[in-house]
């Protein structure tokens, strides 16, 4: 069986010590301060972050996606250990780094696998969560990359097929992680209501 890398980027929320835990690999986003730039976790933490906010009300934030050398940098080195990647950029449609992700990995001739599944943060994290589960059931690369790929797409109700970004913003389980409710939010407002119904009716597949 292959060896398989699961990369994402900081935009995911997941903590470096989380990331020890499940054996992901983190790449940090970068972000300029007044046009200094810092990368998050290494440089400076969220509440380091915010902190300095509250000390700075007159700074001016900008964020960027990360640069292609630091991608790939970060795919080299892990090719040394790992047969696979599975790279996990946040979605394609806020920031340019997974269209950027996409294209870098065509020169690895099949051994780095992009997800483009339009989620950010919690909802990239539990994409992340997902890959580390497939993962370890014995998925391939390429398999982690397409069930990551379809899992909304697979919901054939047009109330969500056809609404547009549909996001998860927050996630609570139970201790046995056999229930969950589960929290989104939709970019259309106006199509909330249906999206939701749509997404009940389709609750025992999305359970499996």
């Known amino acids: 069986m292959k060896s ?6 900081s935009n995911c929320g997941i903590s470096p ?3 020890k835990d499940l054996g992901i690999y983190m790449l940090p986003m970068p972000f300029f301060i007044d046009e200094k730039e810092y990368l998050e976790d290494i440089d400076m933490n969220q509440a380091e972050f915010f902190q300095y906010l509250e000390q700075h009300p007159e700074c001016h ?3 960027s996606q990360p640069t292609p050398e630091s991608v790939t940098t970060l795919w080299d080195s ?4 790992y047969d696979e990647i599975v790279h996990i950029p946040m979605s394609s449609g806020l920031s340019a780094s997974c269209a950027t ?3 870098l990995a065509e020169d690895y001739e099949g051994r780095v696998f992009v997800v483009d599944n339009h989620r950010i943060s919690i909802s990239q994290k539990s994409s992340a969560w997902d890959a580390v589960a497939l993962r370890e059931a014995g998925c391939g690369a390429q398999e982690i990359q397409r069930e990551l790929a379809e899992q909304l797409r697979r919901l054939k109700d047009p109330r969500v097929s056809q609404v547009g970004m549909v ?5 609570d389980t139970t201790g046995d992680l056999r229930y969950a409710r589960v929290y989104i939010s939709v970019l259309d407002k106006s199509r909330e209501k249906e999206v939701l119904k749509g997404l009940k009716s389709a609750a025992g597949f999305l359970r499996r």
């Open 4 to 9: 398989i890398a699961i990369v994402t980027d």
């Open 61 to 63: 934030v900008s964020t």
């Open 167 to 171: 996001s998860i913003t927050r996630v």
């Open 17 to 19: 010590s989380q990331a």
């Open 101 to 103: 992700a996409q294209m």
């Open 78 to 81: 892990l090719l040394k250990d």
